[in-house]
């Protein structure tokens, strides 16, 4: 008998629940990686904010620290909006936002810092949730597993 959290109804066709959290799921990842994207596409285009910003934060190698961010922030966002390999970038996208928060907006009496720091936890919240259920049957993970 099919439920609203199966994955097929009677006779193997995908109910209506399913395909609506399908839909869901693919919308929640575009939504997550959307930040990732913009924001590593902005260390591209000016660079020298953020090797000035990681400067500031009294980081060594700031210009690797740069690449690398940019490295995670627009291969982890693509990755997780086509979802590919979903379960391991929305864990290593999840591992950034943390070390970022921590790093970077840890000034909690500054109510900036305090939004961008929880910000950034909301964000590893919902990647662990992408971890636990990973990319749904409209991603390239659910292609490649066909």
């Known amino acids: 008998m099919a439920t609203s959290i199966s994955a097929t109804a009677e006779g193997g066709a995908v109910s209506r629940a399913s395909r609506s959290q399908d839909r869901i799921a693919l919308v929640g990842r575009v939504l ?18 953020t090797l000035a910003y990681i400067k500031a ?8 620290g740069l690449a690398l961010a940019a ?58 949730q992408v971890v636990a259920l990973g990319g749904g049957r409209l991603s390239l993970d659910a292609r490649r597993s066909r």
Do not use: C, W
Not at 91 to 120: E, M, P, R, Y
């Open 71 to 128: 490295l995670i922030e627009l291969g982890g966002g693509f990755g997780l909006a086509l979802g590919y390999r979903t379960r391991v970038v929305a864990t290593v996208l999840a591992g950034f936002a943390i070390v970022t928060a921590l790093v970077f907006h840890s000034a909690l009496s500054d109510q900036n810092q305090l939004i961008h720091f929880f910000k950034n936890v909301a964000i590893a919240g919902g990647l662990l």
């Open 32 to 49: 997550i990686a959307a930040i990732f994207v913009m924001s590593g596409l902005g260390k591209v285009a000016a660079p020298a904010a």
């Open 57 to 64: 934060a009294g980081l060594p190698l700031a210009p690797v």
